[in-house]
C-alpha cells in the first residue's frame, strides 16, 4: 500500500528567507517521488522529481528536495524565499510501474509575507 | 504554455444542462487523465484512458462521461450534474505506462460551476 503525508497544510514565510515544505510517504515497493506546484487558477506544474538516482534531486526555480530513505521523507527546500513561490505544493508518491497508481498528497499553500 | 489544453476555461451551468469538456496534448503522449479538484480535498483521479483505452474509473457517477476518440483528444460530457460537482476538472497526460509514471503534464483546468 503506498500513501503520502504533507505534514503542513499552510506555510509562511518572509520573503528572503529558507522555506521547508514537509512530505513523508510510505510504499511498498521503490517509489518514485514528485513535487508539483499550482499557482493560483493554474494547473500543476512539475518542480522536480526522483526515481532512483541521486537522492539530492534539483528543480526548477531554485528548488530542491532529499529523499531519505530511513526516514521515508522528501521534504522540499529552497534557500531564500521569492514572491512568485506563493503558491500550493503538491508531493506525489507513485511505484514505478503503474500509472494509475499516483497518490497525491493534500497540499500545502505556502505564503510569502513581504 | 504547458502543451495541455482545456477548454472551456470557465463553464456554469444549470442541473439540467448538458455540457462537454475538451482537452487536447500535443506531447506524443499515450495516456491521459481527468482529475477532480475541490476546494479543501485531496485531488481526485476521475479516469484514466491509455492508448484510448479506459484503464480506469474511480467509481465515478454516471452523469460523468468520458469519450477518449485519439491519443490526442479528451472529453468529459456532463449532464444532469449537482451543485456538489462544483470543481476545478483537470486534465494531465504523460508516456505510456512504464519509466516516470508519475510525471504528468496538466492543462490549466476547467472551473465548473453548477447552479
Known amino acids: 500500500a503506498q500513501s503520502v503525508t504533507q505534514l503542513d497544510s499552510h506555510v509562511s514565510v518572509s520573503e528572503g528567507t529558507p522555506v521547508l515544505l514537509r512530505c513523508n510517504y510510505s510504499?511498498?515497493?521503490?517509489?518514485?517521488l514528485f513535487w508539483y506546484v499550482q499557482h493560483p487558477n493554474k494547473g500543476l506544474q512539475l518542480l522536480l522529481k526522483?526515481?532512483?538516482?541521486?537522492?539530492l534531486v534539483k528543480g526548477i526555480n531554485g528548488f530542491e528536495a532529499e529523499f531519505k530513505k530511513s526516514e521515508t521523507s522528501f521534504h522540499l527546500t529552497k534557500p531564500s524565499a521569492h514572491m512568485s513561490d506563493a503558491a500550493e505544493y503538491f508531493c506525489?508518491?507513485?511505484?514505478?510501474?503503474?500509472?494509475?497508481?499516483?497518490?497525491f498528497g493534500s497540499g500545502t499553500r505556502l505564503s510569502i509575507r513581504p | 504554455e504547458t502543451g495541455v489544453t482545456q477548454t472551456p476555461r470557465h463553464l456554469v451551468m444549470g442541473m439540467t444542462n448538458k455540457k462537454s469538456l475538451k482537452c487536447e496534448q500535443h506531447?506524443?503522449?499515450?495516456?491521459m487523465y481527468w482529475y477532480k479538484q475541490s476546494a479543501k480535498k485531496p485531488l481526485e483521479l476521475m479516469f484514466v484512458?491509455?492508448?484510448?483505452?479506459?484503464?480506469e474509473n474511480n467509481s465515478v457517477p454516471s452523469r460523468f462521461s468520458p469519450e477518449c476518440p485519439n491519443s490526442s483528444h479528451l472529453f468529459l460530457h456532463l449532464h444532469t450534474l449537482q451543485p456538489e460537482d462544483s470543481a476545478l476538472y483537470l486534465c494531465?497526460?504523460?508516456?505510456?505506462?512504464?519509466?516516470?509514471?508519475?510525471?504528468?503534464?496538466f492543462g490549466e483546468g476547467s472551473r465548473l460551476t453548477v447552479l
Open positions: 494531465a497526460s504523460s508516456q505510456a505506462p512504464g519509466a516516470n509514471t508519475g510525471e504528468l503534464f
Open positions: 510504499s511498498s515497493y521503490s517509489p518514485s
Open positions: 526522483y526515481t532512483s538516482a541521486a537522492t
Open positions: 506525489v508518491v507513485t511505484p514505478y510501474s503503474s500509472a494509475s497508481k499516483i497518490i
Open positions: 506531447l506524443g503522449h499515450n495516456a
Open positions: 484512458y491509455n492508448f484510448k483505452e479506459q484503464t
